[in-house]
């Protein structure tokens, strides 16, 4: 009962800060992206302040949100802030806020080259000599620094010595990017589309657009009573894949409620990262790969932590339409760079059926 009543304050507080401050909902990369080319005009002081308090308030709260989302746009108008008090050209401006955009991302996955990449294909999308090294050092300072807090072990720390597949074992690498392909489209179908179904339940229950995420709350409370396992962005998630046993059953009705659970979360406006998210559920889809395949002596049980790896990164890529980023990104959260040919190859199979799906 204290949970609920808590998460329900949460939720007002949260509805109040973005009615203070609408900048602040979803994830921020959009916002960063609209303001590197003169789209917005964020008040960098309300939003670092707003999008602190409501982003740690909505990943605290349980919902399928991660902090990536937040660090990104903190960092970006951290940058804006520093150049306003510079007194900084137009070009210096957008340099700073690129940058500050790294730097969160570096901060939140111990990922710097990830964090550089990020700028080049979402944010920033020209390969400026003066943008990607003011991007590199601002990248590799936070993750210094990141690292100083909370140590050097990877954010998702994989068992040591993983075999690696054999050459004549790669088919399957080409179906598995097929599936994640197919599967990053209808993800991306539903998360265009459920900001429709709150505003159709908003318009019959005469409710607010900035009050939907009390709706997000109220409506985790049952996954929170019987499945408190698999609350939060999905980091423990993902290392319980390679932890423990779990069967297809198990680990089908997991992606299941936390894919209707990330659009429930992201559609609600919530000021919360979707990176995360998107992570966990590719993580999970690999490890449904990787359970067939041993059901069919296809590989072997320590094999199995390479289809958490590539779920991760084909799913990302597809969906993000940045593979270059997802594969260093999961490359650096997971601590091997080993697998880079199979990431390669499972998330440009899924990158390309995503494109012929347009």
Known sequence: CIWIICVLIIGFIISKLLKYESYISGSGIPQVEAEMIDQIDEKWYKVILAKMVAGTLSIVGGLSLGREGPSIQLGAVS??????????????????????????????????????????????HHFSRFFW??????????????????????????????????????????????????????????????????????????????????????????????????????????????EQDFSFQILLAYFLIRFVWSMISYGSGLPGGIFLPILALGSLLGALVGVICMNFGLVSQEQFPIFVILGMSGYFGAISKAPLTAMILVTEMVGDIRNLMPLGLVTLVAYIVMDLLK
């Open 79 to 124: 940058g804006k802030g520093i150049a306003k008090w510079l007194k900084s050209s137009p070009v210096e401006e957008r340099s700073l806020i690129a940058s500050g955009a790294a730097a969160g991302l570096a901060a939140a996955f111990n990922a710097p080259i990830a964090g550089l990449l990020f700028v080049i294909e979402e944010v920033y």
């Open 133 to 242: 090294v003011s991007t590199l050092a601002a990248s590799l300072v936070a993750n210094f620094v990141s690292l100083l807090i909370f140590g050097l072990t990877p954010v998702l720390d994989m068992p040591d010595n993983i075999p690696l597949m054999t050459l004549d074992q790669y088919w399957i690498y080409l179906l598995m990017g097929v599936f994640l392909g197919l599967s990053g489209f209808l993800y991306e179908k539903a998360v265009l589309n459920v900001g429709r179904v709150y505003d159709w339940v908003g318009q019959k229950i005469h409710l607010d657009k900035a009050y939907y995420p009390i709706l997000a709350f109220i409506l985790i409370i049952p996954v929170g009573i019987f499945l408190p396992q698999i609350l939060g962005g999905g980091n423990q998630v993902v290392l319980s894949l390679t």
